[in-house]
């Protein structure tokens, strides 16, 4: 059984031009955030308090890591947690790195996703 870690920081959800460089205000000492460029945008998930009022942004969201490292030959974990999710009508940002996957919640849904989860999965805090 798969275990699944609800991360602390409350962070948020920003776009920008795909031309921007990546901006100086996210403070690369906090604990998560991920950079993405691609050929229509620059994607940013960064701590809530570092974006500026003016950046284009939603927020505030929890990640919820699957924890342990996953072996790329795994299938379905992204669609399981998705679909179980769906289920329960709350909407996620998934994220995936090399090693596992971060799925985004906004703070209002994380009661219900973790009654939703624990059902399939077990759910550290």
Sequence with gaps: MLTLSVLPD???ICRLWPREP??????????????SRTMDELSLVVHESDIPPDATHEWPFHAIKVEWPLDFSLT???SKLSSILANANISIFAISTYDTDYILIRVSDLESAKRALSEY?????
């Design 10 to 12: 409350v962070l948020g």
């Design 22 to 35: 990546i901006p100086s205000w996210i403070d690369l000492s906090r604990g998560f955030f991920t950079v």
């Design 76 to 78: 379905g974990i992204l």
């Design 121 to 125: 999965y077990i759910i550290n805090e």
